[in-house]
């Protein structure tokens, strides 16, 4: 199975800070890579796919970057609604496998 | 907008099996455009990708769990359906079922869950 890091597992920010969150593969996973945000309560949603694409109807503040084994997640500028934990996945190949996750906090 | 709802019972006997259906409300189940997936959530942990159903009906499941589980689909319901047996406290989750985007670019295929449903909670006890 591929092994998704992320790191860090949990962090608290300003509002208006600038997010980064790390995720690293056990293997080579070109850019088989997409981002999801899980708000308190509910499903996860897909911000990210591709590595670096922007899903439809996502604010522009979020963005991915990355290929290989080393991608990253940024938040330009947070917002109180931002909060959330937010986690990788990887689908190069199965099992699909996410990472640990990240819980973003408004300090 | 497609929308997508697990049901099921909410309590499952340890050694018993699990049975849950997610209903596709605002689109076709059957579209070569997707595939399927089931992911589950313990309580404050992680997802774990269960499995999915390609568009064309095979199957694939997430190894630690191949034994015991089975994703089905009826389309003429416009429902996916997942069976797990066997099952133990380690199964109580919240379990999501979730659209699998299909893109293909230069004869590569490229997914993302998207949308989820709501999440269904199971816990497994006596």
């Known amino acids: 199975d591929i092994q998704m890091t992320q790191s860090p597992s949990s962090l608290s920010a300003s509002v208006g800070d600038r997010v980064t969150i790390t995720c690293q593969a056990s293997q080579d996973i070109t850019n088989y890579l997409n981002w999801y945000q899980q708000r308190p309560g509910k499903a996860p949603k897909v911000l990210i796919y591709?590595?670096?694409n922007l899903e439809t109807g996502v604010p522009s503040r979020f963005s991915g970057s990355g290929s290989g084994t080393d991608f990253t997640f940024t938040i330009s500028s947070l917002q109180p609604e931002d909060i959330a934990t937010y986690y990788c996945?990887?689908?190069?190949?199965?099992?699909?496998?996410f990472g640990g996750g990240t819980k973003v906090e408004i300090k | 907008q497609v929308q997508l709802q697990e049901s099921g019972p909410g309590l499952v006997k340890p050694s018993q099996t699990l049975s849950l259906t997610c209903t596709v409300s605002?689109?076709?189940?059957?579209?070569?455009?997707?595939?399927w997936s089931w992911v589950r959530q313990p309580a404050g942990k992680g997802l774990e990708w269960i499995g999915r159903?390609?568009?064309?009906?095979?199957?694939i499941y997430n190894p630690s769990l191949e034994s015991r589980v089975s994703i089905s689909v009826d389309t003429s319901k416009n429902q996916l359906s997942l069976t797990l047996g066997a099952v133990t406290a380690a199964d109580t989750a919240v379990y999501y079922c979730?659209?699998?985007?299909?893109?293909?670019?230069?004869?590569?295929?490229?997914?993302?869950?998207?949308?989820w449903g709501q999440g269904t909670q199971v816990t497994v006890s006596s």
């Open positions: 159903i390609y568009s064309g009906g095979s199957t």
């Open positions: 996945q990887q689908y190069e190949s199965p099992p699909l496998t």
């Open positions: 591709d590595a670096s």
């Open positions: 979730a659209r699998d985007v299909v893109v293909v670019k230069r004869l590569l295929e490229h997914n993302w869950f998207d949308p």
């Open positions: 605002g689109g076709s189940i059957n579209s070569e455009a997707y595939h």
